[in-house]
């Protein structure tokens, strides 16, 4: 949980990089759009080079100490570090722990690899600075050497030294090594204790350590090969960052001596390790140009230089840095999950952002120099489609971006094609090549990421979506062409059949008007009616493309056995049947486990914990969820155990509690006591009056079965309402007449109340589903009942009778409780007109039942009311109209049925 708000933090932090330095990387962007491609090229390839390189360097330096690793597995660490370094500034550390973690979790000693750490950079600097001292010494022969200068290369050199000594300590003096460490632990540990925390290092940290560093500086001392090579590959990856640089300055300046190129790289790579801003930001693009200035390079020249040098060495590995976090180790799990929707999140944004931008530049007026180059090759009607064609693939983007978040595939396809589109508009538009270009980057990042998009739309809908498009062009053909032709009066053209086709394709597909000028009303009204038909057509297909998929079919047979099977084996709570309930789908795990669930609008709901062995619980949750995601629905458990409430954690889930669920301990139950004594009195009091209670096994009588229905009929008229479903059975003749039942008679021989029994399967328990009486009973006639339950439980061998939830009770009681569920508790202690939730409780606390919590797993806080509305659904078993609707008929059959004229 630690490492997933870690990987948000730094995305957020990412984020506010990107904007407080936008204006930075906006210059950046047009500076690149500026130079001589074919250097610019050159320059990003010697980059790449450059980093491949960087990272060999930390392999050799591993392989040195004796750590091993691979310099593709290393690279992601390499960025990773550099994006750390930049969004969290502690002077580099934070970016050298991200290689002792990645380290540590791949099996290697994090002492060993500190060593490796300090011995790459030492490498480094010391190959750097070989390369300075040519850059300083140029200066000085050039008479521009200045004391900044001077005072920089001298922190530079004390920072070798340091690096060098602490290796050399561990080969020369390792009992001073011990004791510089144990002075480390000790303040290190003061300072816990000052927090009143646990200590974080161990007791042995300082010995172990140290003997760690010494055994690194032996191997080091032991395999001198293996530093040269490690020195070698130091010297040739700054080499290829000075070959970079010199690039960049062919490509937007021309030749400059080999003297300049070393001076400038030198002091600009200088101040980006001793500045204390991250990587240097705003001291090195300061710096680098006065060097060049100062050298004869214009002063234009030479800052856009420096800027272009810093997108490719700095900006873009930054970049690069974020993205492949989700490949380290250190952020493994869940937080690589994060991070991959945070990619996907974050391309959401950005297709957003570039629909306004579409819509802003369709409305801006465009350079004239531009558009005198497209006035010889575009004629105007196609410049002005341009505009209007751009703001509506604007408009779409806009909408797809929400789609795009819910990792829609049909709505990337959509992005693709409308991406596609917007490029070109914006060409022959007004040449707009700037826009133009982050189109073209949104849709190579799109085809980066397209595995992310992966969720299904509902089929039927794209059917039906599809069918409507055709026949609405169709329509608009017919309707347009008739138009044109018979009714070309009303426009300055006089359309033949052909061109009243084109005329209306156009305007259908393409929503502008090329040069068609209507010279009535009634001509307006009728280019206006196909561009109206032509909008709401394209509208509602891309909401039937985006719709989540749809359950409208039950489960088969073959499932609904296969589910049975499984919950017989291993269900093991009070919900285990409602399992079995035909408004239940199955989703089955490969490891044996099945998942009940209900589909309603954006959410499937399961009803308790995945039923399956132990063993598999945590890949069926994540097997739900991937199913779930793939079908564009949030995943959502109701009413678990909080057994397992770790692993739904683990899977990045938040927990809510909704109340407590009430079971009777019958190995203790008794009705002896004072505290009882209510109790007996109602037992005793129905027994003299004649009223006996009767346990009724399957299957039902036909004549009781009719009376139970008379029963649960009054019983819903009382209660005004109709059947509930998902978390309760519903009174069907099937379901009550092939399970158990208890009745209580009255003296007259009539049913006055029942409930049916149902099984925990592999729990000692039993358990109740439907509880109804009469509109006119005894008062105390459903205690009686309860209390003949419990006997005739506790006769047949269970240790325990679950009363089933007690909604919201428990909920919110404690300060430190989250919002959500002490708002639960408000509603819980002042709302009990709509819902008596505290008279439920304090019928069943009568039987001094123990009360254990239950929970909603939902997948975060913006999911919670799709979440919730789709239990409304599931448990009404339509939406709300056909639910009021279906409520209000019922209740009139019933008063029919009770009270027949």
Known sequence: ???????????????????????????????????????????????????????????????????????????????GALFINV??????????????????????????????????????FVMFAVVLLGGLLFLLVKHDLQ???IVAAIILFVLIAVLGGVLLLGLWRPALLRTLFGWLQHVVNGLAARLKRAPFLAETWAESTAAEFTGASTAIAAHPGRLLRTLGIGLLEQLCDVASLYALCLAFYGPVSLGVVVAAYGIGVLFWIVAITPGGIGVVEGVMPLVFISLDVPGAAASVITLAFRGLSFWLPVFLGFVLLRRIKTFGGRARAVSHAWSVHILALLTGLMGVVNVISAVTPPLMSRVAILEQVLPLEVRRGGHLTAALAGFALFLLAANLWRRKRAAWWATLGVLAISLFSHLFKGLDYEEAALAGLLIV???????????????????????????????????????????????????????????????????????????????????????????????YALLMLMRPVFMRRAATAEERARAKTIVEAYGCSSLARYALFDDKAYYFSPGGSVVPFVAKGRAAV????????????????????????????????????????????????????????????????????????????????????????????????????????????????????????????????????????????????????????????????????????????????????????????????????????????GVGEQENDPAIERVLHYIYAHINQFYNFAGLHQFKEKFHPRWEPRYLVYPGPASLLPVALAMVRADSGDNFVQTYIKDWIEQRRLRRHVNPR
């Open 445 to 539: 990042a799109l085809l980066i990421e397209r595995h992310a998009f992966h969720a299904r739309s509902d089929a039927p809908s794209i059917r039906h979506g599809l069918r409507v498009l055709i026949g609405a062009l169709l329509f608009t053909l017919a309707y347009g062409v008739a138009g044109f032709y018979l009714l070309d009066r009303h426009f300055s053209v006089n359309f033949s059949l052909g061109a009243a086709v084109q005329q209306t394709l156009v305007m259908f597909t393409q929503f502008y008007d090329p040069g068609l000028e209507p010279l009535t009303r009634f001509g307006r009204y009728f280019a206006d009616s196909i561009y109206l038909v032509g909008a709401v057509t394209v509208g």
């Open 1 to 79: 949980m630690k490492r997933r708000w870690l990987l948000w933090i730094l995305a957020i932090a990412f984020v506010w990089v990107v904007l407080s330095h936008f204006a930075e990387l906006k210059t950046l962007a047009t500076t690149l759009a500026q130079g001589k491609w074919q250097w610019v090229a050159l320059a990003l390839l010697l980059q790449i080079g450059y980093y491949v390189l960087y990272t060999a360097l930390y392999q050799a330096a591993f392989s040195t100490v004796e750590v091993r690793s691979r310099v593709w597995q290393l690279l992601p660490v390499v960025l």
């Open 87 to 124: 969004v969290a500034p502690t002077g580099g550390t934070a970016g050298n722990a991200l290689f002792l973690d990645d380290a540590t979790r791949r099996g290697e000693s994090p002492a060993r690899t500190a060593a490796g750490v300090l011995l790459a950079l030492a490498a480094d």
């Open 147 to 149: 004391p900044y200068e």
């Open 606 to 809: 399961t009803l308790g914990d995945p039923i399956g062995p132990a063993e598999d619980l945590a890949d069926t949750i994540r097997g739900f969820m991937d199913f779930c995601h793939g079908n564009d629905w949030l995943p959502a458990f109701y009413q678990t155990l909080p057994d397992h409430l770790e692993a739904y954690k683990a899977a990045g889930f938040d927990i809510l509690t909704v109340g407590q669920e009430a079971v009777v301990d019958l190995t203790t139950f008794s009705l002896e006591g004072k505290a009882n004594k209510h109790l007996r009195n109602t037992i005793n009091v129905f027994t003299k009056k004649g009223y006996r209670t009767e346990y009724i096994a399957p299957p039902v009588p036909a004549a009781i079965l009719r009376e139970l229905r008379t029963v649960s009929d009054e019983w819903l008229t009382m209660m005004h309402g109709s059947e509930k479903r998902f978390s309760l059975g519903w009174f069907d003749d099937d379901y009550i007449g092939n399970g158990p039942v208890m009745v209580v008679w009255t003296p007259e021989g009539i049913i006055s109340a029942f409930t049916n029994i149902l099984p925990e399967y592999q729990r000692n328990e039993s358990t109740i589903d439907l509880m109804r009486h009469r509109t006119e009973v005894e008062e105390g006639t459903m205690d009686f009942l309860f209390l003949a339950l419990f006997q005739w439980a506790k006769a047949q061998g269970y240790a325990g009778f679950n009363l089933g939830l007690s909604s919201l009770a």
